[in-house]
C-alpha cells in the first residue's frame, strides 16, 4: 500500500509538525502481538479523556475481528457477528443490517481494500442486500468523500439502480409517496409499530409501517446515486430522476411524519388490522426518529430541532446509561417477549442499542455542524457527553468491565442485556467514524478541501491528536491542545504531510485547500478458504482424534480473533498432555502453486495454550516432504506467524505442530498464498 502521488507544494511559512504519535509503541499497547496487522492500516487517535481513547483502538480491534477472508471471489467481507448465526447469507456469513457502519467505519482505514472488497460482495449475485433495510450507496458515497477516489462508486453504479427499484417495486405505496417495512426487516423487533399491530401479544413480526427510518435510507440512497452519476458525467437523466426521487422523499417525510403533538418523526401504520389502522401514527417517539439528520434530511427548521429535546430529558429517551429506543411512558416499555432459553432475545422498547446510538451521534454532529436553526437546544457539551456514555458501554459489566460491546444494554443500569454467545465484540455499530468525523471533526467533502470543526468540548477535553489520517489520498493530522502541555503549542493545529498548514487558538471550523492522490491497494488472495464446516472443497482434515468438525473449521474459515473468551473460542486444539505432533491438512482439489503461508496461534496461561515448542509445513507429491527453502518465523503467540518458500505445485499442503510440555496448541487460522 503506497501513495501515487507526492503532496502538492504547500507554502514556505508553513510549519512543521513536531507532536506525532509513535506507531510502534501506540499498535504494541492497543494490539500486542498483533500489532503489525494495525502499523499502516489504523490512523492513531488520542485525547485527555481515556476511556474515549481506550474504545477507539478496541474498535479497530472488532473492526479487524469481522474482516472475514471469502478467498479468491471477492477477498474480504465485513461480518456483523463474531460467528456464524442461522440468518446470515450462507455460505458467506454476511448480512447487509449493519453495512453503512461497516463502511463507515473502514472508509478510515488506511487500507482501502477492506470496504472496496466488502462493497463490492454486497452488490454481487452473492449477497442480499436487501435483507434488511440499507442504506448501502450512501455508504459508497461517504467513502468516496474521504478517500476521493470514484472508481468503486462507479463501478457499482448500476446495482445501485437495480437495488433502488427493488425497493420501489416491493416497499413503496406511490398513494402516499413513501416506503414502509416491517420493523423485524428494519432491524428493530418489537417497536411500538409491531408491539401495537399485534395487540400488545408479540412484536416480533409484522407492524408494516411508513418508517422515518427506511424513508430516510431510500432518501440518501437516491442522492448518493444522483450524485455518482454526476460524478461518472453524460446521466443527466439518471441524476435529475434520482434527484426527483430524494426531494418527493424528504418534502413528504418532513410533512406527513412529523408529528406536531410528539413533536418527532415518528411511524404511521402501513398495516390495517383489528389492532390498529392504515396511515395513523404510532403512539409514541422513539429514536427512530433522530435517523433523518444522520443523512442529511431535514430542512434546517427551529420547528424539527423540537425533537432534539427528547433525547436531552431523562424522563424520556436519554436514559442515565445510555440512549433509550423508547420512551418509559410506553404501555410495553422494556416488556419482554422472546427468550433463547433463559436469555432475553432482542428487543426495540426501550432498550439501549448501540445501533441507533451511533445514528444519534451522527445526527447530531451533522446538527452541530450545519444546521444552525435546529441547534438551539444542543451544543458540543451534549455531543461529548452522550459519546462518553457510549464509550462506557464498551466496558462490560458482566466480564469485569473488560472492553465488550454487545448488543443492547439497560439504559437505566448499563447492564448488557441479552448477553448471548453471538453477543460478544459485535460489529452493530459505529465509532470510529464518530471520533474521526464528530470528535476530531473531519468533515468529509468531495471537493479539493480539508475541512474541519471539533465537536470536542473544550471545557471537559484539555487535549486530543488524530492522526496518520488519510483524506483525499494525502497524510492528515488533527490537534488540539488547549495550554500547549500536551504538545508544546497551545490552541487547534491541522497538518497535511507533516506540515501545519491551518491553526485557531480555539476550537472552530478551519478549512485548507488539499491536492488529491490516489492510495493503490495490494491484493493476496488465500487459497484454502472453507466458507462453511459442511462445504467442500476444500478438504480439511486433521490427526487430532475426535475432533470438532466446526473448531478444524476454524483453521480454514477466514475469520482471526484472539478474545479469551471461551464461548466464543477460535481454532483447533492439540489434545490436553500431549507433546505428540498432530497435523491438519487441506486439500485444494487442483494444483497450485503456493510460496508462503500465514499462521494464527493463541496462548494464554490460564487456559494452558501456548505455541508450539515447533512447526513446519508440508505439500503432498506423492508423499509429504518439507516446504524447500523455508524461512519459519519464531512462532507467535496471538498475533501473525509468516513462513517463506520457494514456490512448488501441490494439490494438498499441511502444518504439523509439535506442543511444548504440559501445553496445548491452538491453531486459529492457517493461510497459504501465491506469492
Not at 507554502?11 to 509503541?25: F, I, K, Q, Y
Not at 432518501?219 to 430522476?241: F, P, S, T
Not at 434546517?300 to 425533537?307: S, V
Not at 471461551?566 to 491438519?584: F, K, M, Q, R, Y
Request: hydrophobic share 35%; proline share 4%; charged share 25%.
Amino acid at each position: 500500500m503506497k501513495l501515487s502521488s507526492t503532496l502538492a507544494a504547500v507554502p514556505l511559512t508553513a510549519r512543521l509538525a513536531h507532536a506525532a504519535l509513535d506507531v510502534g509503541a501506540v499498535t504494541e499497547k492497543y494490539f500486542g502481538n498483533d500489532a503489525p496487522w494495525y502499523h499502516d492500516r489504523i490512523p492513531l487517535f488520542e485525547s485527555s479523556d481515556s476511556e474515549i481513547t481506550e474504545v477507539y483502538y478496541y474498535r479497530w480491534n472488532v473492526f479487524r475481528t469481522h474482516q472475514r477472508d471469502v478467498g479468491t471471489k471477492y477477498g474480504y467481507i465485513t461480518t456483523e457477528f463474531i460467528d456464524n448465526v442461522s440468518w446470515q447469507t450462507q455460505p458467506w456469513a454476511s448480512n447487509n443490517c449493519a453495512a453503512i457502519f461497516h463502511l463507515s467505519e473502514g472508509r478510515w482505514c488506511r487500507d482501502p481494500r477492506f470496504k472496496q472488497d466488502h462493497a463490492t460482495f454486497m452488490y454481487s449475485a452473492d449477497s442480499n442486500p436487501r435483507q434488511y433495510s440499507e442504506s448501502l450507496a450512501d455508504g459508497v458515497w461517504r467513502n468516496y468523500l474521504v478517500d476521493g477516489n470514484p472508481e468503486l462508486a462507479i463501478s457499482l453504479l448500476d446495482d445501485m439502480q437495480r437495488v433502488y427499484n427493488e425497493w420501489l417495486g416491493d416497499h413503496y405505496d406511490e398513494t402516499k409517496g413513501l416506503f414502509w417495512i416491517e420493523p423485524l426487516a428494519d432491524a428493530t423487533e418489537y417497536t411500538i409499530a409491531s408491539i401495537d399491530a399485534s395487540g400488545g401479544y408479540d412484536g416480533f413480526g409484522g407492524g408494516q409501517a411508513f418508517r422515518p427510518t427506511i424513508n430516510t435510507y431510500q432518501y440518501a440512497n437516491a442522492r448518493a446515486i444522483a450524485k455518482i452519476a454526476a460524478l461518472k458525467g453524460g446521466l443527466d437523466d439518471i441524476v435529475a430522476e434520482y434527484n426527483n426521487r430524494a426531494d418527493a422523499i424528504k418534502d413528504t417525510l418532513q410533512r406527513d411524519l412529523w408529528n406536531s403533538t410528539f413533536e418527532h418523526f415518528i411511524d404511521r401504520f402501513f398495516v390495517n388490522n383489528e389492532n390498529v389502522t392504515y396511515w395513523d401514527f404510532i403512539r409514541g417517539r422513539e429514536l427512530a426518529g433522530i435517523v433523518p439528520w444522520a443523512h442529511d434530511l431535514p430542512d434546517d427548521d427551529a420547528k424539527f430541532g423540537e425533537a432534539w429535546k427528547h433525547v436531552l430529558s431523562s424522563d424520556q429517551l436519554g436514559g442515565p446509561f445510555g440512549l433509550r429506543t423508547v420512551e418509559p411512558s410506553y404501555e410495553y416499555y422494556m416488556r419482554v417477549w422472546r427468550y433463547e432459553g433463559t436469555q432475553t432475545e432482542c428487543h426495540w422498547n426501550g432498550p439501549s442499542w448501540p445501533y441507533q446510538t451511533t445514528q444519534v451521534l451522527t445526527s447530531l454532529a451533522n446538527v452541530l455542524d450545519h444546521y444552525p436553526n435546529s441547534s438551539s437546544l444542543v451544543n458540543v457539551g451534549d455531543y461529548t457527553r452522550l459519546l462518553k456514555q457510549y464509550a462506557n458501554q464498551h466496558y462490560n459489566k458482566h466480564f469485569d468491565n473488560i472492553l465488550d460491546i454487545e448488543e443492547n444494554y439497560d439504559p437505566d443500569t448499563g447492564e448488557p442485556i441479552v448477553g448471548l454467545g453471538r453477543s460478544h465484540h459485535y460489529f452493530h455499530s459505529g465509532y470510529v467514524d464518530l471520533i474521526l468525523s464528530g470528535f476530531v471533526g473531519i468533515r468529509p467533502r468531495a471537493d479539493d478541501v480539508l475541512e474541519v470543526n471539533p465537536l470536542a468540548d473544550a471545557s471537559s477535553i484539555s487535549y486530543f491528536r488524530a492522526e496518520r489520517i488519510l483524506y483525499h489520498g494525502q497524510e492528515i493530522a488533527v490537534q488540539w491542545d488547549s495550554t500547549g502541555d500536551r504538545y508544546g503549542e497551545a490552541g487547534l493545529r491541522v497538518e497535511v504531510g507533516g506540515q501545519v498548514v491551518a491553526s485557531s487558538d480555539k476550537l472552530e471550523r478551519l478549512t485548507v485547500d488539499i491536492a488529491r492522490s490516489t492510495v493503490s491497494v495490494s491484493r493476496s488472495f488465500d487459497q484454502v478458504i472453507q466458507l462453511q464446516a459442511d462445504i467442500t472443497p476444500p478438504i480439511v482434515n486433521t490427526s487430532v482424534a475426535n475432533y470438532d468438525i466446526n473448531r478444524l473449521h476454524d483453521v480454514f474459515d477466514g475469520r482471526i480473533w484472539f478474545w479469551t473468551q471461551d464461548t466464543i473460542a477460535n481454532g483447533l486444539d492439540t489434545p490436553e498432555g500431549s507433546t505428540t505432533e498432530e497435523w491438519v491438512s487441506t486439500e485444494f482439489g487442483a494444483a497450485v502453486t503456493i510460496s508462503r503461508a500465514e499462521i494464527a496461534f493463541f496462548a494464554n496461561e490460564e487456559k494452558g495454550l501456548d505455541v508450539p515448542a515447533s512447526y513446519k509445513l508440508q505439500v503432498l507429491g506423492g508423499e509429504w516432504t518439507d516446504v524447500a527453502n523455508a524461512t519459519y518465523d519464531a512462532p507467535l503467540a496471538n498475533g501473525i506467524t509468516n513462513v517463506k518458500w520457494t514456490g512448488v505445485s501441490t494439490e494438498s499442503v499441511r502444518i504439523l505442530v509439535t506442543p511444548k510440555e504440559g501445553k496445548k496448541v491452538r491453531l486459529v487460522e492457517l493461510k497459504v498464498f501465491t506469492e
